[in-house]
Structures are given as C-alpha cells and as structure tokens.
C-alpha cells in the first residue's frame, strides 16, 4: 500500500510541476503596446513602466507563449488611485477592440471596491472588444460582463486589494489546458480548460503608475496526464481492501 501512495503522489506532483530550472530575463524592448497606455522600458529591458490613468491598455510580446512560465515583480508606485492591474494570456493585437474570434485570458487585480466590481484577485475570458473610457465603471472589463466572464477569483486574494508601493512577486504558467497564477510564491488561481494559443502581456485600466520588473521567462514541463488506468485501479483495490477487512471481522 505504501508503495502505491508514492506512485499516486509522484505523478500528482508531475501533473502540477510547472517550471523547470533556468529562467531567462525576457529582453521587453520588442514588446508591443495595444491601447492608449504609455508603457516606457528601462534600460535594462525586463521593467517596463505604464504611467498614465488610460482607458485598457495591454503591452504584451506578440509571439505564441503557451508552454511557458513568466515571472517577475508588479509594484503601483502611486497613492490615490485603486483601479486595474494585471496580465493576459493568448492574446492578439487589436483584441482591446475586438478582433473576429477573439479569445483570451485576463487576470486582473482591482485595489478597491467601485462601480459594480469588488476588489481583489480575478481571472476571465475575454471573447469581445473592451474599449472604454478610463473612467467607465459600467463597461464589460470593469464590471466583468458582456465580453468578459468570469471564471474564477483568487483563492486567498479574492476579495482583497493590491497595497500602494509594495513589490508583488508573481509566475504565470499557460498551457492549451491549464493556467495557474501564483503571488508571492502562493498558489491563488488555477484554471483547468481549453485555452487558445497567443501572447503573454501586462493589462492596466484606469491605472498609472505601474511597473512590471525583472520578468524572467522559462519553459514548462510537459504536461503529463494521470493514467486512464489509474483511477480504476486504486478503486478496484480500495475494493479489495474493504472485502479482505469485511472477511476478518466475518
């Protein structure tokens, strides 16, 4: 038996790996902005800095991503404002106004309650444009309706806000049926589906003053289903079990 909870557990924990060993400062001075942010890349070309309280904005790196794990840090360098920040995922230039079959993955992160939508931790699929003004608190990617559904809110950061001035370290992983989203080393969202291919970028709306810093990239593990066989087999056995304790009390 013991034998059998080691093989349970060693291909549960190959199913959630997620990144392997030698990230890789991503070079952002090619990335591409979509919407009327102002996204400015230091010198040293993995930050990227957005400083304007603009209508959606996304900056993201133009290339098919699933597959990969991108990490760095988020920080709002700014007091006074309690809006969106975030990231998306399978994502296509010209998908802010709605391009034929647009689908993608947004995970957005809202300082305070306001409008029709709490604060806190949120992921989403995006299938329609989201053009709005920055100061629009009924549009879809404000209130989470119409082009945007909700899929899920964050395990613990859920129903809490982003803090002014404070470094959060996150890791995205993106497969075609699986995306997670850790903070601060904490697992906080992760969403089983069928999830279309496209680029990784970062999401502001009506918020300034944002950075995105030492964002490193890595290649994730292949993805390695649990045996079809399996279930079946530990029932059939649990099964086993049961009878040969029913036989000795017999």
Known sequence: MNSIRISVA???????????????????????VDGGGNWTVAGDTSTVFQSLNSAPTVFHNGVDSQGLSLA???????????????????????DIAGNPGTDYILVDWKQGTQGGWDKGLAISRVTGPIQASGTDTSADAWDHVGSVQLLARANNLGNTGWVDNTSYAFQI?????????????????????????GAFGFYNFSQPSVRYAGITEDVLPPEIPIPGALPLMLTGMGLASFLKRRKRKA
């Open 72 to 94: 760095g840090n988020i920080t709002v360098e700014t007091t006074g404002d309690d809006d969106f920040i975030g990231f998306v995922l399978g994502y296509t230039q010209g």
């Open 173 to 197: 992983d993106f497969t075609s049926t699986l995306i997670r989203v850790l903070v601060d080393g904490v697992l906080e969202l992760q969403v089983a589906g069928s999830f279309a291919n």
């Open 10 to 32: 060693a291909i549960a924990a190959a199913v959630v790996a997620t990144t392997a060993a030698n990230a890789a400062p991503v070079d952002l001075s090619s990335w591409i």
